[in-house]
Each structure stands twice: as C-alpha cells, then as structure tokens.
C-alpha cells in the first residue's frame, strides 16, 4: 500500500508492505494503550485521543522520521494510519506545524 505523505507543498510516497500491516499488531495495540493515557498534542491535551487524533499523533512522528531520515519509523507510523483508518490515501501536514491540524485524507 501506499500513503502519500504532503510537506510544505512536496508530497513523498511512502511504500507499506501488506505484511507489515498484519504483522505490527502487537506494536500498533501497544501504541493504542500509551496513547489512551492522554497525549499533549501541541498546545493541548488529549485525555483520550480518537482514532484520528491518535493517527494525527502518529503523522506527527512519521513527518518526525521523515525529516530524520529514517524510514523503518516513517513506514511504521504511516503502516499504523493505514491499519486504523483504512482507505487512507495521503496526509497533509499543517504549514504552521500543528498537529491538529494535519489531515488525513480517504477515499
């Protein structure tokens, strides 16, 4: 699968093997626990992130590994958004930076 991932007007598409969809679970449910205790996103905190926050947050460290270069993290985050949004297409940071505002597009 594919998850066309939007920067400052530069779009990077990132490649998830099917088979990391299936086989990170086990990490994606772990992620799921950490981020029901809260989570500061930007300004905010986030008692009990929804599904699209929790994707927002994983954007957030996707564009984070992007920008270090590291792209087993950046494959990861974008394989959890495809796992708990299904049909997701391309997400699009903010040009300001804030995380709530990233969106995540599906057809």
Same mark, same amino acid.
């Given at each position: 699968?594919?998850?066309?991932?939007?920067?400052?007007?530069?779009?990077?598409?990132?490649?998830?093997?099917?088979?990391?969809?299936? !086989?990170?679970?086990? &990490?994606?449910?772990? =992620?799921?626990?950490?981020?029901? *205790?809260?989570?500061?996103?930007?300004? #905010?905190? /986030?008692?009990?992130?929804?599904?699209?926050?929790?994707?927002?947050?994983?954007?957030?460290?996707?564009?984070?590994?992007?920008?270090? !270069?590291?792209?087993? &993290?950046?494959?990861? =985050?974008?394989?959890?958004?495809? *796992?708990?949004?299904?049909?997701?297409? #391309?997400? /699009?940071?903010?040009?300001?930076?804030?995380?709530?505002?990233?969106?995540?597009?599906?057809?």
């Amino acid at each position: 699968m594919i998850l066309n991932v939007a920067i400052d007007g530069q779009t990077y598409p990132l490649t998830v093997p099917d088979v990391m969809l299936d !086989e990170a679970d086990e &990490l994606f449910n772990k =992620m799921d626990v950490d981020m029901s *205790k809260g989570w500061q996103m930007g300004r #905010e905190w /986030v008692a009990d992130p929804s599904t699209k926050e929790r994707c927002q947050i994983a954007a957030d460290r996707m564009m984070t590994a992007i920008e270090a !270069e590291n792209q087993n &993290l950046a494959t990861m =985050m974008a394989a959890y958004i495809l *796992k708990r949004m299904p049909g997701a297409k #391309e997400v /699009v940071y903010d040009d300001e930076g804030d995380m709530l505002q990233t969106e995540i597009y599906i057809s």
